[in-house]
């Protein structure tokens, strides 16, 4: 951020979200400098952006699609009625619909949401049978031999394998009892978890979430209710 406000003194965030968006950057700061009012004018500004693009019909300029991972919910609402569902409302119906979409407000199953975002609101559902070993391995750390026996069960009981290991069912063989016991501990978030379920408990919601986001749609994710 510091790099793309020197070239321009003047120049507000809400005015380049192309420019930062593909950015990897930290917002570090302690309490109350401001963290989260910056993330809510990175989002409105991409919001700003799209709204550019449909009125304007720039098809040359791709619209940006935006998930945020909101733990305490700061978003939807906002402070003050300046959240993302008032900002929804400020638009006619047709450009909503092409900016928003159905939804933008996610949550866990079961949570219990303010009525006002029942409307736009979709739980975030994804089945154990979607997620691939490399998905865990690049987000949390596993040894070598943990890895291969998440590998080596994906290996032969494809898209089971997670239900497998969880259940204490594998079908690949070799692994010493330790090592399967490791990785099921480390795999007891996922079980706990009100997103991750098997296909039998609930049909998934990610194929939903991806296409919002294929179209640049904006998404926050609530986790206050995990």
Request: proline fraction near 4%; aromatic fraction near 4%; charged fraction near 20%.
């Amino acid at each position: 951020l510091h790099r793309l406000i020197r070239r321009q003194r003047q120049m507000c965030i809400r005015d380049r979200p192309i420019d930062a968006i593909p950015t990897h950057i930290g917002i570090i700061g302690t309490t109350g400098a401001g963290k989260s009012n910056l993330m809510q004018v990175m989002q409105h500004g991409i919001i700003d952006h799209n709204i550019n693009v449909i009125s304007n019909c720039l098809r040359g300029t791709p619209m940006i699609s935006s998930l945020a991972i909101d733990p305490h919910d700061e978003y939807a609402l906002g402070p003050e009625g300046k959240g993302l569902y008032h900002l929804m409302n400020l638009l006619d119906p047709a450009l909503r619909n092409e900016i928003f979409g159905g939804f933008f407000y996610l949550t866990p199953r079961g949570s219990h949401i303010q009525a006002q975002l029942s409307s736009v609101s979709l739980e975030a559902v994804i089945n154990y049978e979607e997620i691939l070993p490399i998905d865990l391995l690049n987000v949390q750390e596993f040894t070598g031999v943990q890895s291969e026996v998440m590998l080596a069960e994906e290996f032969v009981a494809h898209e089971d394998w997670l239900n497998n290991i969880l259940s204490g069912s594998l079908i690949s063989q070799g692994h010493h009892d330790s090592s399967i016991a490791a990785v099921r501990r480390r795999l007891r978030a996922v079980q706990r978890s009100r997103i991750f379920i098997p296909a039998d408990e609930g049909q998934s919601t990610l194929p939903d979430i991806i296409d919002a986001l294929e179209c640049g749609r904006i998404l926050d994710l609530s986790l206050i209710h995990i």
